[in-house]
């Protein structure tokens, strides 16, 4: 038992750092047992929000799969316009310089 216990002082610094930290663990317990409160209670409306969030994802995917559908189709006109040029052959009843023939 040589060794000396020293009582220091605390700071009025280092007193409001330990409230503040207190103060931050205290409020972070404290919005977690409301937010699992919270949670139970909104069961029907986290429901609703789900359906309404696949219906959004759905309609989402039906436009994209549209879009793709239309770009395929001007692809596909493009290159049969194209391989009717470099063939000679005519898809419609307009020529080149657009007069009847």
Excluded: C, N, P, W
């Amino acid at each position: 038992m040589s060794e000396i216990i020293k009582s220091e002082a605390i700071s009025r610094r280092r007193a409001l750092s330990l409230f503040g930290t207190l103060v931050a663990f205290a409020g972070a317990a404290s919005a977690t047992a409301l937010t699992v409160s919270d949670a139970e209670a909104q069961t029907y409306g986290m429901e609703r929000r789900q359906e309404r969030r696949e219906y959004r994802h759905e309609r989402r995917e039906e436009r994209r799969e549209g879009r793709h559908e239309r770009r395929e189709a001007r692809r596909e006109g493009r290159y049969a316009r194209r391989e009717a040029r470099h063939t000679g052959t005519t898809t419609g009843s307009t020529t080149t310089t657009g007069q009847a023939k």
